[in-house]
């Protein structure tokens, strides 16, 4: 009697071992598929510093909630939420509601956004030759 109780503790550990196995799995999935940096420097440079750490902890951590965000860059829940919402309207996330907390990622339509800021800037030819 002791034996088969305690055969069922082991297997019911050993079960939940599993599935803490499967969610570490499927996390590291997640962050190696993730982009490191979806946008070209240019357009990154072209974000307010407070928004651009923002995005940039965003991309660092796949989908997240403004709490998260906000743990990560040490400034208060609600100025995250406030940016993530102003990125989100400038079509740089995405943001969807999980019953009752708001999620935001990398928007897969960023680039196409900044197409025509693109086309505008003119590159800097670096080979000119010095006379002095």
């Known amino acids: 009697m002791v034996r088969r109780s305690v055969l069922e503790q082991i297997y019911r550990e050993m ?18 598929s993730a982009p490191t940096v979806p ?24 989908q997240c909630a403004a709490i998260q965000i906000s743990k990560l860059t040490g400034r208060c829940r609600a100025v995250e939420s406030s940016y993530l919402n102003q ?3 400038m079509g740089w996330l995405d943001k969807h509601r ?12 960023s ?14 030819n670096t080979n000119k030759t010095s006379t002095v």
């Open 15 to 32: 079960i939940n071992i599993r599935m803490r196995l499967d969610d570490i799995e499927n996390n590291f999935a997640k962050i190696m």
């Open 39 to 62: 946008m070209s420097e240019t357009n990154l440079i072209s974000l307010p510093d407070h928004l651009r750490k923002t995005y940039l902890m965003v991309i660092s951590k796949g």
């Open 87 to 89: 990125l989100a309207r």
């Open 98 to 109: 999980i019953s009752k907390v708001v999620y935001f990622q990398v928007s897969h339509t």
């Open 111 to 124: 680039n196409t956004l900044l197409q025509p800021l693109k086309t505008k800037l003119t590159p800097i």
